[in-house]
């Protein structure tokens, strides 16, 4: 089955500083990825999607300026957190589309869990 | 409007009990996939069950088994035998046209405790 890889699992940095998420999809080429953004017990809250090779749109108040999407090929992308801040502490989920199965399936990685001191 | 509601905050049943956690869905698309996601404590995501809307057979699948009902626009997920294993987050989701993409609609999850 299609796999989808988050690197790191988890990360602890200090506020100022930036923190990329990478997503990799291992075994199909993803034309469309998504970012989510979990608080604790909450659900799923997408923060952008990105198309491989243009832009990430990103979903009503999300600062695009902090959290940077890349997604560069088909295999990838990226999330930065810049110039991270306390309130940016939360798990970070990324999916991807497998364009040849079923609209709508999305496969998601594991998560990042981000802590910012 | 394009939406999911999963009324149950949470449930709490003893081990090998029945329980059935509830999704009622709103779309305007008449070709639309659901879906129900287990998430445990570790947060990975595990997926479930997909289900094409033009398909209301309900599915088995060893101690689960999903009732899609298209008149009342639900679609709900019944544990039989509960295990303490089952303990965790389940999330139901639509998928919705948004803006020229699939995108997932997610109701707010059930936290299911199975007590031993």
């Known amino acids: 089955g299609a796999v989808v890889s988050q690197h790191p699992s988890w990360v602890i940095c200090k506020s100022g500083t930036s923190v990329k998420i990478e997503c990799r999809s291992l075994d199909f080429q993803a034309t469309t990825m998504f970012w989510y953004r979990q608080f604790p017990k909450k659900s799923l809250m997408l923060m952008a999607t990105s198309n491989e090779g243009s832009k990430a749109t990103y979903e009503q108040g999300v600062e695009k300026d902090k959290f940077l999407i890349n997604h560069a090929s088909l295999t990838l992308s990226t999330l930065t957190v810049t110039s991270a801040h306390p309130e940016d502490s939360s798990f970070y989920i990324c999916s991807a589309r497998d364009p040849l199965q079923g609209r709508g399936e999305q496969y998601f990685g594991p998560g990042t869990r981000l802590t910012v001191t | 409007a394009q939406k999911v509601t999963q009324a149950q905050t949470e449930i709490s049943v003893v081990e090998k009990e029945d329980v059935t956690l509830d999704c009622v869905y709103e779309?305007?698309?008449?070709?639309?996939?659901l879906f129900w996601y287990k998430q445990p404590p570790s947060g990975e995501l595990v997926f479930l069950i997909r289900?094409?809307?033009?398909d209301e057979q309900n599915e088995i699948s060893g101690r689960y088994s999903w009732n899609f009902q298209k008149s009342t626009s639900s679609f709900n997920f019944t544990i039989t035998a509960s295990q303490v294993v089952d303990s965790a987050v389940y999330f139901c989701?639509?998928?919705?046209?948004?803006?020229?993409?699939?995108?997932?609609?997610w109701g707010a999850g059930t936290k299911l405790i199975i007590k031993p």
């Open positions: 989701a639509l998928s919705a046209l948004m803006d020229s993409n699939y995108q997932l609609i």
């Open positions: 289900r094409n809307s033009f």
């Open positions: 779309t305007r698309d008449t070709t639309y996939y």
